[in-house]
């Protein structure tokens, strides 16, 4: 049997378990090492842990807008991608023979409907997303979760929280929890400790035939919030950029710019880590780092002044965009053509080519 809602394989009573670096426990360093395979289902097994989940997969057409709980209209929503997901996540759960006790779920209709489709019920706690009385990117945000994370759980269950990935973030640090992932928590009383990452993907890892093909390169440039870049020296050189916390993306340990044919790597270091170019915006304009972003990705926030450019005599390194083929024998001549006209139909101002 294969679930693909948490990349969990199971053949004759055995487990793979996609387990990403745990994350750095709060307030507290961890006093167990990381569970993972066959540790980490007997102890969930065993239950008195918290499983906070990210909801499943949503449509980022759709914003929160004048948010009213009781009408979902006013919210970004679960995908059917994200429904079959949650659906899939709860019968993986199920057939692992994970005891469930306690489901509590952010009251926004996406946290609730993936709680329900997965375990049957849920429980609307606002404490799952509320901030607290301090401003946005403040220590000490998140009182009410930090709390909820904190709670014993009786051993014969595990407590389910299904919530979002930006207050979670507030409190843990590490890379932001992408939809449908979950982090296993052992909650101390006092404060928590964070065990293991359940990492989420759709179906089998990609064919190592495959080949990319660099179709175009998009501009980026290096941002940040002027409430960020009040608390450091000013950013004169790419050097000057490894004193400031970054945003950036997963595989990401060294920035590069070039300048006069000269050539400047910089190590970052990454306060946050995501896989979403959205999610990694919005926590630049935050205030929480610096963050290389496409330029049309954010032209709106830099003429409102809500980000500042850095370093524009440098040029950053672009983003380049691949098409994933199954090989060069395999590819239909429309699909090359297709390539070809997406290639030359991008608009040049927002383009370095390869």
Known sequence: MRSRALGIVLS???LS????APTVAVAQPATAPPLAGADLLAALRAGGHIIYFRHADTDHSQVDRGVRLEDCTTQRNLTDRGRDHSRALGEAIRSLGIPIGAVLASPLCRTMET???AFGTALGSPAVREGGPL????PGRFPALRELLSTNVTPGANTVIVGHAYPYFTLVGGQYLNEGEADVVHPRGTDFEVLARLGAFDGDQPDSGRIARNVFSLARGVFAAPALLEKYPKVKAPQDLAELPAIASPADAEWTFTQDKNIYSVPIRARMRSPNADVRRRATLEGLGVSRIVLTFC??????KRLQPLLADYACAPLRIHALLPGRRLVPAKVRIFLDLLSAGTPPENVVRP
């Open 12 to 14: 004759a009573g055995a």
């Open 17 to 20: 378990i996609g387990l990403l």
């Open 115 to 117: 709680a329900t489709l």
């Open 135 to 138: 401003a946005p990117g403040s």
């Open 299 to 304: 032209e709106e926030q830099v003429r409102r």
